[in-house]
């Protein structure tokens, strides 16, 4: 339902939209955000892989997946270049997962990925993106996986 929440927020929210364009570059935007949930899925299966194979292939998948994004990406900062969009605000988050992760065990999903790295680098220093969570989400996260026995949190 991400998607959805998303568009909903957009068209309830003044303007600026974060959904831009015409119609076929909406539909591409959605396109892509419906691919990031995917992505979200693989996400939840590494937070909840409580032995290393299931979790070697979430990571595996999501890094096919993160390689299709870098493929995708434009000259940034953002997804579509300078503007900042509702497939930026969509994929931040999950691409905030990575602070945690990588305390734990470096998953290597961003390896060979600049344009992705940097994307995540400009999303991580948008004010908004920074204000979307408190100080203490990194701690409460690391905390979810260490009570649910993930197996990223016994890497550690």
Known sequence: ??????????????APKLLFGDPLQRAQQRSWMEFGSSVLADIWG?????????????????????????????????????????????????LRYFDTFDRLANSRVFEGKPKLRAWREALAQRPSVIAAVDGGYG??????L??????????A
Not at 146 to 155: C, S, V
């Open 1 to 14: 339902e991400s998607v959805a929440i998303c568009e909903y927020i957009d068209e309830s929210w003044p």
């Open 46 to 94: 590494i937070e909840t892989a409580t032995d290393a194979a299931p979790h070697r292939r979430h990571v595996d998948a999501l890094a096919a997946k993160l390689q299709r994004v870098e493929q995708a990406l434009q000259q940034g900062p953002y997804f579509f270049g300078a503007t900042f969009s509702m497939l930026d605000a969509f994929f931040a988050p999950a």
């Open 139 to 144: 701690d409460r996260l690391l905390r979810f």
């Open 146 to 155: 260490r009570e649910h026995k993930a197996h990223i949190a016994a890497a």
